[in-house]
């Protein structure tokens, strides 16, 4: 029979969310329908007569929502190839594509629904004991159990999406915006706070949108239009609170953001959940909690049903049946579980209607395919045992009113103890911490005006409490019982599908604690992390244990509440990424860039395919003429002061009290341990002021080293690091004396006037410069270190004036091979964490400090001797390239490892640096390198360096 | 100081090419305006010499008569600004007068090179620079004259809120070899708000 749209839908006066006005169409299953904007999946899928939403998880049976709240896996859903949405919480867009989880073959003929027909050969637990052996069996049904657990599928081929994070700030923030939480807010808003108000639903305002009571319209227009006349509050609606952490901190999601609130109190005004009557067949689709009825007629104006029983256990069932019979739902009866129920005037208003009241009665069975069609009916004896099921009333549509459970899930996650009151067979919370108030029917007052009065008294003042004590405003009395069925098939868990024997037999096998229960039966570990299931187990384990409800205790709440998408967690990625003043000019010159801590830098300037010829280039231009190179990514130091020659004498391993104005020192700095943790050039500028360089990586670490240390000295000095202010160029071949003259008319470049290791300040190209004339690369050069804003002016300049040498960048993969020929180490790839002075073939001889951070250490590695030592090694030019960290290998062990090595035009041959034992450190000796083919290559110690060993050039 | 036209915003101008006529919410790059640092026991003194009224604790900024405004960072740590749109600072010549070497425990530290400067200007900025920012910036909460050494979209970062009584102005200073970065973030985050990035002179003149 083919169905009409909006077959459920009633008059559109009904709804309170839905437009009718903008209809739009979305595909279920492939198939197209018809809905209106506001709908959520659910609601419109429910107008047009689906009732069927997914599989469940074990047994593949059909199921639809239970609570229309969100809380269950029944209702998970993919939409637009994301999985596991919410239907009840996904407003539907035009054109989604919305397609149901779990089954094979279709939705409506599951294959895998045939594993419940051998539901009783599969208990709780089965397969940990089942598929563990004999010795192998776990790898050969791993498989098959991992296709059929999970929900949903992860699509691989979907794009990134944007998600971002965002900070908030409250006196109070309120969780939940229903009549209490709405109190909250306005009371403390109204006393000058800076109020947030989270709701996960789309509408402000909770049960008053939907429960039958008259008064709750205009209570709920009156809140909300005092709520947002306020200007200090802000609202957050179609927001969860996730979780709520040490200090007031929580985590909510909204859409696409996670916001990260920090707020000086907090009112949870979460509400509760509905609870499910336990009988056979409660889980077919159109078997929902009267506050879903509820929900679908007032929200979404649509039928949730045709013919109708209510099974409940207190007065909200009767305000169901009177909200349905209003809906043109017929009511065939309601069957209430208690015995002798106190007159209402709901009670009367539905007995006014002639609908059938049954009391001390159950529903024992449902029945049905596809959707509930029937149920039997069972009295309760005096004694509370329940008889053999009798008679049947024909229905498409069963309403749950059995009970609630507050949902005290961020109480719990703050610290309080829940405690089950065996009055209402609820669970309070004990032990809030500071600054944290629970109020409505969170706190068990479910009564409209008691839960507002709950609420402005929550956010106005420090009671830190429970209702719980306030008899008075307790309502809703007793637990719905339990009803087992010789059958089975009564579910406590939809999500995990778990029946009353599957938690009975969980305590059987010894799994009584209720910890343990959780983790064998896994009941309560599902997406609806046992919202609906952990009140009904823990009164089946109690009654199984023969306890007392509150003997039994309850599981652990933890963040998060409900699930978050990898997208809100991971939000937008913040990584600072530094760049030297001169990126601009690198990348116009096409090189190729190169990560350095969190700096960019030119490796080379080429293409990838010719990299190898770029760097011989760049190579032979520092050797025939001149190269420059950006330095700027070195660390820079200003120490200033009275002590700061006391300072650095103490700081470096090196000597600078003696160190003369206008000249550098190359400088190693150790720890307390004797390891090397940094090297650098230290510049004296004037008596009390020294300009010292550090590695790039290592200046932020050396930087806070000088203040600990500092600290504890108390020396009259100024430390400032000054890395990103002061760009710096390396102007490095036998030309760029040349060239700088052109440029610097300030200082005398003669070598006399400014030998190597000199130090001078001037201008270049019109920019105040400090001239460091040093040889890193062992050729005539300068360092040039000058205002970063200018790098760009600076770095032209050069270029310009040295184009008649043939003047080219170099980058950091020449200035390896350049340095390495001098056999001048790099920090980190030539020493590791573990590596002192000694082993480098430093301070061998001592030194006449009397102390320096390390001394001591060194000194005892100097009785002690060194276990590996440093050498320069040469192989043949037509060997096989070893790599860094190949292996040094002696007598077929290994021995130490590669830690630079290139070919090496001016040493025509391979060079390197190893660590090799100290008994093969002497020139000459040989040993082996294990290289990348697993061929062994043939090493000989080298005297270092391995160009100019006279220094000449450098010297120029 | 080196010559104004030897220097360039690390900023790309391609972005400032984009810059929206009148934006809700404003991004400026102030980098090429004056700016100057000072550390040591003897900077108040000093300051004092100079005739420039000094905050009384840290973490506050005072608006100097010419417009500039002097930031206390710590004890022994000041930053000072010049005025903007103008780029005026009556300390300026006494700055440039200061030894590198440092004079009577007043040590210069080149904030002009160190760090970058971007004015964010507009009405929802607090809300957003919530979205990289840990700092409770809302514009009851954090007064004009207050300064926050924070982390700004990961980035060590220097927060003031600008002496601009009609608007919320905040003051951004972070590395400067981050400064296109850090564009970019703040650029990202105004984009919701109708946000975009603007000249210097676009900004709200000051009141006086």
């Known amino acids: ?956 | 100081m080196p010559p104004i036209e030897t220097r360039r915003s690390a900023i790309d101008a391609g972005q400032t090419a984009q810059h929206a006529a009148d934006p809700a919410l404003k991004l400026a790059d102030l980098s090429l305006l004056p700016r100057w640092g000072i550390k040591g026991s003897g900077i108040w003194t000093w300051l004092d010499k100079q005739g420039a009224a000094t905050p009384a604790r840290d973490n506050i900024a005072s608006t100097l008569p010419d417009g500039s405004t002097v930031a206390r960072l710590s004890p022994g740590e000041a930053l000072i600004l010049s005025s903007f749109p103008r780029g005026e600072a009556m300390l300026a010549a006494a700055f440039d007068s200061l030894s590198a070497e440092g004079q009577d425990a007043c040590y210069p530290v080149p904030r002009q090179d160190s760090h970058c400067w971007l004015v964010l200007e507009g009405h929802n900025a607090s809300l957003a620079l919530a979205k990289l920012c840990g700092v409770d910036l809302a514009a009851d909460r954090f007064a004009i004259g207050s300064v926050a050494q924070t982390s700004v979209a990961r980035l060590s970062a220097i927060v003031i809120r600008n002496e601009r009584p009609k608007n919320i102005s905040f003051s951004l200073l972070a590395d400067s070899a981050s400064a296109q970065y850090l564009w970019d973030c703040v650029i990202d985050a105004i984009t919701e708000f109708s946000g975009a990035g603007c000249t210097i002179e676009a900004l709200q003149p000051p009141s006086r």
């Not at chain 1, 509905?274 to 509820?294: K, T, Y």
């Not at chain 1, 008294?457 to 087992?484: L, R, W």
């Not at chain 1, 960019?600 to 990838?608: H, I, N």
């Open chain 1, 1 to 956: 029979m083919k169905r009409l749209d909006h077959e459920f839908r009633l008059p559109a006066a009904s709804s309170q969310i839905v437009n009718r006005g903008k209809p739009l169409s979305f595909t279920f299953e492939g198939r197209s329908y018809e809905a209106f904007a506001g709908d959520t999946i659910a609601s419109a899928l429910a107008a047009n007569g689906i009732t069927t939403f997914s599989r469940s998880f074990k047994y593949h049976r059909p199921r639809g929502f239970v609570s229309l709240a969100g809380c269950e896996a029944n209702t998970l859903v993919s939409v637009n190839r994301v999985p596991n949405v919410a239907a009840e919480w996904h407003v539907l867009a035009e054109g989604d594509d919305v397609r149901a989880q779990n089954y094979s073959g279709s939705l409506a003929f599951d294959w895998n629904a045939s594993i419940g027909l051998f539901g009783r050969f599969l208990p709780v637990g089965f397969y940990y004991r089942a598929f563990f052996r004999p010795k192998g069996a776990w790898r050969f049904w791993e498989p098959f159990i991992r296709r059929m657990a999970g929900l949903g599928k992860v699509d691989l081929e979907v794009g990134h999406g944007y998600f971002d994070k965002a900070y908030l700030f409250a006196d109070i923030a309120v969780i939940g915006g229903g009549a209490a939480g709405l109190s909250a807010a306005i009371a403390a808003a109204q006393t000058g706070n800076r109020v947030v108000l989270i709701d996960d639903h789309p509408v402000l305002g909770g049960a008053l949108n939907y429960t039958h009571d008259n008064r709750a319209a205009d209570m709920r227009r009156d809140l909300i239009s005092r709520l947002v006349s306020l200007p200090n509050v802000r609202i957050f609606s179609g927001a969860r609170c996730e979780g709520l952490y040490s200090d007031n901190w929580l985590a909510v999601v909204q859409g696409r953001r996670l916001h990260k609130l920090r707020a000086g109190r907090v009112v949870i005004a979460t509400g509760a959940f509905e609870q499910p009557a336990v009988f056979r067949n409660n889980d077919l689709p159109g078997i929902i909690f009267g506050s879903a009825a509820q929900r679908l007629i007032k929200l979404y104006g649509v039928r949730p049903g045709t013919r109708a029983v209510v099974f409940t256990a207190n007065d909200f069932g009767y305000g169901v049946a009177l909200d349905l019979a209003e809906a043109d739902v017929e009511v065939a009866a309601v069957i209430d579980a208690r015995t002798s129920p106190p007159a209402s005037t709901l009670r009367s208003a539905v007995a006014g209607k002639n609908i059938r009241i049954e009391n001390s009665t159950v529903i024992s069975e449902a029945s049905g395919r596809k959707r509930v069609r029937a149920v039997r009916l069972a009295a309760i004896r005096p004694g509370g045992e329940i008889d053999k099921a009798g008679e049947t009333i024909e229905c498409d549509l069963v309403c749950m009113s059995a009970g609630f459970a507050p949902n005290l899930a961020l109480a719990a996650q703050a610290g309080a103890r829940l405690v089950y009151d065996a009055r209402t067979a609820m669970h309070v919370a004990d032990g809030l911490p500071e600054n944290i108030e629970i109020a409505g029917a969170a706190n068990c007052i479910f009564e409209l005006e008691n839960a507002m009065r709950d609420g402005a008294k929550a956010a106005s003042t420090q009671k830190n409490g429970n209702g719980a004590g306030e008899a008075s405003a307790i309502t809703v009395p007793g637990a719905c019982p339990i009803v087992p069925h010789r059958d089975g098939k009564e579910f406590v868990d939809f999500d995990e599908d778990l029946t009353i024997n599957d938690i009975v037999d969980s305590v059987a096998s010894g799994f009584d604690d209720i910890q343990l229960l959780k983790r064998y039966s896994t009941a309560g570990m599902g997406p609806s992390q046992g919202r609906h299931s952990s009140i009904n187990t823990i009164r089946l384990a109690a009654r199984a244990r023969g306890l007392a409800e509150q003997e039994i205790g309850t599981t652990t709440a933890r963040p998060p509440y409900s699930g978050i998408s990898f997208g809100a967690l991971a939000g937008r990625g913040f990584e600072p990424v530094r760049r030297t003043s001169m990126h601009r000019r690198h990348l116009e010159a096409g090189a190729k860039m190169m990560p350095a801590a969190l700096w960019m830098r030119p490796a080379y300037y080429g293409s990838a395919a010719g990299a190898a010829t770029a760097i011989a280039a760049e190579v032979a231009a520092v050797r025939g003429s001149a190269g420059l190179i950006d330095v700027s990514t070195l660390g820079k130091i200003e120490i200033r002061g009275p002590g700061a020659a006391e300072f650095l004498n103490r700081m470096y391993f090196t000597g600078h009290l003696k160190q003369q104005s206008g000249r550098a020192r190359y400088a190693v700095m150790t720890d307390a341990t004797g390891t090397i943790t940094d090297d650098g050039v230290i510049c004296r500028l004037a008596d009390g002021h020294f300009f010292v360089t550090a590695t790039t990586s290592g200046v932020e670490a050396v930087v806070r080293s000088m203040y600990f240390w500092n600290a504890q000295w108390r020396l009259d000095v100024d430390i400032a690091n000054v890395t990103s202010a002061y760009a710096a160029i390396n102007l490095a071949g036998p030309h760029s004396r040349a060239i700088l003259a052109m440029l610097c008319d300030d200082v005398d470049l003669a070598p006399d006037a400014f030998p190597y290791m000199g130090v001078k300040c001037g201008h270049i190209a019109d920019v105040p410069a400090r001239i460091l004339r040093v040889g890193f690369v062992g050729e005539l050069g300068y360092e040039i270190h000058f205002a970063s804003g200018c790098g760009e002016h600076v770095w032209d300049r050069l270029l310009e004036a040295g184009a008649r040498y043939g003047i080219r960048p170099f980058g950091v993969e020449a200035q390896r091979v350049l340095r390495l020929e001098k056999g001048h180490i790099i920090l980190g790839q030539d020493t590791d964490g573990l590596t002192n002075p000694l082993e480098i073939g430093m301070g061998t001889s001592g030194s006449s400090k009397p102390f320096f951070v390390g001394a001591a250490a060194l000194n005892a590695f100097r009785e002690r001797g060194i276990d590996r030592k440093l050498v320069g090694f040469v192989c043949d030019a037509g060997a096989e390239l070893p790599q860094e960290c190949h292996l040094v290998i002696d007598n077929g062990k290994i021995a130490g490892r590669v830690t630079s090595c290139a070919r090496s035009s001016a040493a025509k041959s391979i060079i390197g640096l190893a660590y090799v034992r100290p008994h093969k450190a002497e020139p000459g000796q040989t040993f082996s390198i294990r290289a990348g083919s697993g061929r062994l290559v043939t090493a000989t110690v080298a005297e270092l360096p391995f160009y100019d060993p006279e220094n000449e050039r450098q010297r120029l």
